[in-house]
């Protein structure tokens, strides 16, 4: 595997398919992909990894390319996980909310809270926890602003724990 060889593959994989489409092969050239990048950061790889999340797990791999993202700086990654937690695909969102936990920055107070409103229960649950570490004023407010509108009952006792360890 090389540099080429691993961006390549990630340009032709965006995004991924969805689990039950998926085959052996394609996961492990993906977990091969990830193992070059854990072992030789480059940002280049940042916003071609968050747009390659397809439906489903992809078998495991998909909640491990945090570590090839912890890798980059902050600023690296932020800009295009911006644009991942905009994105109209539902698993580049669902799997990019739970990066977000990872980089408690002001800049995500905004995608986040579109995604308090997000119909996926999942992804509501992550936009909370993502927020609850951002240590601002508004991302708290909006916690307790969404404690009152929301409905499912795992994110309302979340954000009741949340409120209670502040």
């Given at each position: 595997?090389n540099?080429?060889?691993?961006i390549n ?18 996961v492990?050239k ?14 280049d790889c ?28 902050e600023?690296?990654?932020l800009?295009h ?9 539902i698993?580049?969102i ?29 992804i ?16 708290q ?15 309302i006792?979340?954000?009741?724990n949340i409120?209670e360890?502040?």
């Amino acid at each position: 595997m090389n540099y080429y060889n691993a961006i390549n593959f990630l340009k032709e994989h965006q995004p991924l398919p969805d689990d039950e489409l998926l085959d052996e092969e394609t996961v492990s050239k993906y977990e091969e992909v990830r193992r070059y990048f854990l072992n030789n950061p480059s940002p280049d790889c940042i916003p071609l990894f968050l747009n390659s999340f397809g439906m489903g797990s992809g078998f495991g791999v998909y909640q491990l390319i945090e570590d090839v993202l912890l890798k980059c700086s902050e600023e690296q990654v932020l800009r295009h996980l911006i644009d991942a937690l905009e994105s109209r695909n539902i698993g580049v969102i669902y799997w990019s909310v739970q990066v977000a936990s990872y980089y408690p920055n002001d800049d995500l107070v905004l995608p986040l809270s579109v995604l308090l409103n997000n119909q996926n229960a999942d992804i509501r649950y992550h936009a909370v926890v993502a927020l609850s570490e951002i240590n601002s004023a508004i991302a708290q407010k909006m916690l307790r602003d969404r404690q009152h509108i929301e409905t499912d009952q795992e994110i309302i006792e979340l954000i009741n724990n949340i409120n209670e360890s502040d």
